[in-house]
């Protein structure tokens, strides 16, 4: 089906022809029609034009206003202040166009006009080491941003940089070769636990002897050397350690709900064969030059504390590659290789000036242009109630896999507390007490992530996430469920549009904000802020809790009232669970 033009663009579009109309001497002007408390919309695209065509405004307005023949949208139009019009729709131009919504598998939500290629690079975990709260962000955001461009019709390339390649390898590798059995199991089917223990295990013993060995450490530096140059033996080990620590990524980010497939993990390794030649064509193409034995990109805006230049290293002096060399080749992979027309990178706003020189490298070497560019998502850290970087009693980095299991009890005892207020016979039994655990928890993390700007710090407070009350996903899960509810108590009444039923205040406001799905999918695809949609979100939910207590719905005072009502709360239901999807949270049914 295709898309249904939201009201807003009906009633700009009905704005635009009666501009052009009374006032053919402006053009095509744009009439900047927006929401607005004092009515449905307000149109203030007339003062500019006043100004323009030196009239006045309230005089321009109400011929306007006079241009605009009868019509089934527009209720009323009154010219307010200085040359504003306050618009009001017609309760059937909401009801019918909510109708042609809810006709719609996609909710009327239109596809990007211009799609693309866009390849994001989230969820970086290192390989043979653990994942911690520093991950959260990167993956919670990084997922969402991959379902809401993909909504939005946008080819998306999934890539994974893990840390997969550098020197600590060589002490690994060499005290795996010295210790073979290190990395057995007692079974076959291993669980992440397992395996991420084995690693632990292996790097803290690999460590110790390094530190206290010389002899070991040697042989360890000999071994870099041999995984740099290709050494078969050295490299199947290699992948010992990468396919070990897999089975651990992949049961951590099955805990998040989230799919990570093998095809989409490129890690640091993937690129080698191609750092030589980015170099060379950096070099050659003088857009980096050697600098105290270093092949180094210079920029004018960054400098040092002591006002030198600050330079990209592409190259080091003693001949080896740093993460510029690789993040460039990947750019190279994703733009020639991959086709893409948009590079996005979910990475710590730390890392920014590090990804600015990136980004304006390859532009000077023209891998990047006016057709192909790259966007930081940058976010900011997780912090503990007390306001500081988030720790654990014992000033260690707070384990990923700990912070989820203790969301997911916290959301069991909430769970289980709701449980007991329903009758006997509909309670959850203890499977799914665990399954809405799971679910609830794990939406619990990701919406306290997602519904804050990615670019700002958030405080990790349980409690506040698990709540029934205030901003939080268990929020919006209950409004899903309890509307189910309803749905299934309503017996032989069905959801039907009625758009000749008027509608109350509270009907209108929810019906209106319902309408605005489509064109607040579209502002998030285009600036890749996925905590606009938890806003829009928890907006709906908090209309449609209005809207409960304010209009009876199986006891509305006529049967198209109440099938009507029961419309507005399927298209309701629907638009929370295809939102929720899409930030990557389940909206269960029974809670």
């Not at 949208?73 to 809810?102: C, M, Q």
């Not at 651990?248 to 490129?266: A, Q, T």
Request: charged content about 25%.
């Amino acid at each position: 089906m295709a898309s249904v033009p939201s009201l807003a663009s009906t009633v700009q579009q009905r704005l635009a022809d009666a501009l052009s109309a009374a006032l053919p001497e402006a053009g095509s002007a744009d009439p900047l029609l927006r929401r607005s408390d004092r009515a449905d919309f307000q149109a203030n695209g007339i003062l500019a034009l006043a100004k323009k065509l030196k009239g006045n405004p309230r005089e321009l307005a109400t011929r306007v206003v006079a241009a605009i023949p009868a019509n089934d949208v527009v209720k009323d139009i009154e010219v307010s202040g200085p040359g504003f019009l306050n618009v009001t729709v017609t309760d059937a131009a909401i009801t019918g166009t909510l109708a042609a919504r809810a006709a719609d598998d996609r909710l009327g939500v239109p596809y990007a006009e211009k799609a693309g290629t866009t390849v994001i690079d989230y969820a970086q975990p290192n390989v043979a080491k653990e994942m911690h709260v520093g991950h959260l962000r990167s993956a919670v955001i990084g997922d969402a941003m991959v379902k809401i461009l993909e909504f939005a019709g946008e080819k998306v390339i999934r890539r994974h940089h893990i840390g997969d390649w550098g020197t600590q390898f060589g002490m690994l590798i060499q005290y795996l070769m010295e210790h073979p059995h290190e990395l057995d199991h007692k079974d076959a089917d291993v669980s992440g636990e397992e395996a991420m223990s084995n690693l632990n295990r292996l790097y803290k013993a690999a460590r110790a002897l390094f530190d206290s060995d010389e002899e070991f450490k040697a042989r360890s530096r000999d071994r870099v050397v041999a995984l740099q140059s290709g050494d078969e033996e050295t490299l199947a080990l290699w992948q010992r350690f990468v396919d070990e620590s897999k089975i651990y990524f992949y049961s951590v980010f099955d805990k998040l709900d989230m799919r990570i497939e093998d095809p989409d993990v490129v890690g640091e390794s993937g690129y080698n064969d191609m750092l030589d030649e980015t170099c060379r064509l950096l070099e050659e193409s003088g857009v980096a030059v050697r600098s105290e034995g270093a092949l180094c990109v210079f920029f004018d805006d960054v400098k040092g504390p002591d006002g030198n230049p600050v330079p990209l290293i592409v190259r080091k002096s003693n001949g080896g590659y740093g993460y510029a060399a690789t993040d460039l080749s990947a750019i190279r992979d994703r733009v020639q290789q991959l086709g893409a027309d948009t590079l996005v990178y979910v990475v710590d706003a730390r890392q920014s000036l590090h990804f600015k020189m990136v980004f304006e490298t390859a532009r000077r070497a023209g891998w990047l242009n006016d057709r192909t560019h790259a966007v930081q998502l940058a976010f900011g850290t997780v912090l503990g109630k007390d306001g500081k970087p988030f720790k654990t009693r014992e000033g260690e980095t707070v384990r990923l896999v700990d912070l989820l299991d203790e969301a997911i009890d916290r959301a069991a005892a909430v769970v289980r507390e709701k449980n007991q207020d329903v009758p006997e016979a509909q309670r959850l039994t203890e499977d799914e007490i665990a399954e809405r655990a799971a679910q609830v928890g794990i939406g619990a993390i990701k919406y306290a992530d997602l519904s804050t700007s990615a670019s700002r710090d958030y405080k990790f407070d349980l409690d506040q996430m698990v709540s029934l009350n205030g901003d939080t996903s268990v929020y919006l899960q209950y409004a899903y469920a309890r509307i189910k509810s309803i749905i299934r108590k309503a017996g032989e009444a069905e959801p039907v549009a009625h758009p000749e039923v008027a509608l109350a205040p509270a009907e209108r406001a929810l019906g209106l904000h319902l309408d605005r799905f489509g064109e607040t999918l579209g502002e998030v695809a285009e600036t890749y802020e996925p905590h606009k949609l938890a806003a829009y979100l928890y907006q709906l939910a908090s209309l449609y809790t209005s809207f409960y207590s304010e209009c009876p719905v199986l006891k509305a005072d006529t049967p198209e009232q109440v099938e009507n009502r029961l419309f507005l709360c399927d298209l309701t239901a629907r638009t929370l669970h295809q939102g929720m999807a899409l930030l990557g949270i389940r909206t269960p049914e029974r809670l």
